[in-house]
């Protein structure tokens, strides 16, 4: 699981949801005129409260946050696991809501229960862990300020000169790293260019930009990279938390450089973050 992948909005579920933990252990009922001294039921001495509240938020948030942070998130009917967390969650934030106005439940058939009985404060920080848990959920895909990671990338170094690599190469110590725009050395079979000739480069669809400088940029999510020649199909998957290192601009592509020395463009560059 890649923690870095979490969002902003992940982190509001995950202290919704410590918060909705800490309230099960406080008090279901309240009650006018009984002294502090009385131990009153907690949320975990209601069957429906447990079920229905805390139980369906504690899921929601570990279903959202687990889709989240798994490279491939998987689907049950159809469904991928956050679309049954907001679920899970609009659901418990409903339940939670019935119970603050009635709390006594089934006791209402006992004359005057209902009129004695109100919200104890374990239901009421319930109801609001359930509501924030809910709406931030319903808000992530929507709002661009949700969608930021909960834990930024390190700053990366200062950018180097256009295709040179840094030590070690993207935090990796002596990792061996192929200097962009050099020639792998020729085998004793490898064919030789006649003297003077240039060596062939494949047609780009587009020129790069002529006053780009290279700099570093990270990814917000994982982010397909594909290869120069057109390929549909991703040579390499750019995840959240590392730097990269953009050496040119196509168009609105950049093509980006991996751990490993590969290049490849970057068709999806909303949201980078620059280093």
């Known amino acids: 699981m890649n923690i870095r992948s979490l969002t902003r909005g992940d982190g509001v579920v995950i202290g919704a949801a410590v918060l909705l933990f800490i309230a099960s252990f406080l008090d279901l009922y309240s009650f006018d005129g009984v002294p502090d001294s009385v131990d009153l039921p907690s949320l975990w001495s209601s069957g429906p409260v447990v079920l229905s509240v805390v139980l369906a ?3 929601a948030a570990a279903l959202i946050v687990l889709a989240r942070g798994l490279p491939q998130t998987p689907k049950v009917a159809g469904l991928d696991l956050a679309q049954f967390g907001v679920a899970f969650a609009v659901f418990a934030a409903w339940s939670a809501l019935g119970n603050i106005f009635d709390p006594a439940g089934g006791g209402d058939n006992f004359d005057g229960v209902q009129d004695k009985t109100d919200a104890g404060v374990g239901l009421i920080l319930a109801l609001i862990a359930t509501l924030v848990m809910a709406a931030v959920a319903v808000a992530t895909p929507l ?3 949700l969608q930021a990671p909960l834990i930024p990338a390190a700053r990366p170094p200062a950018p180097q000169p256009y295709g040179a690599q840094p030590p070690g190469g993207y935090g990796y110590p002596g990792a061996p790293q192929q200097p962009y725009g050099g020639q792998p050395q020729a085998g004793p079979a490898a064919p030789q260019q006649p003297y003077g000739a240039q060596p062939q480069q494949p047609q ?3 020129q ?4 780009f400088s290279p700099f570093w940029f990270a990814v917000p999510v994982p982010r397909p990279l594909f290869a120069e020649d057109g390929s549909p199909t991703p040579i390499a ?3 959240p938390g590392t730097w990269y290192l953009a050496v040119e601009q ?3 592509n950049l093509i980006a450089q991996t ?7 970057l068709q999806d560059t909303s949201g980078i973050q620059r280093g």
């Not at 751990?259 to 463009?265: I, T």
């Open 208 to 211: 790069p930009a002529a006053d």
């Open 237 to 239: 998957e750019l995840a």
């Open 57 to 59: 938020g504690l899921i």
């Open 259 to 265: 751990q490993d020395g590969r290049r490849g463009v």
């Open 204 to 206: 780009a669809a587009q």
């Open 143 to 145: 709002v661009a300020a």
């Open 250 to 252: 196509r168009g609105p």
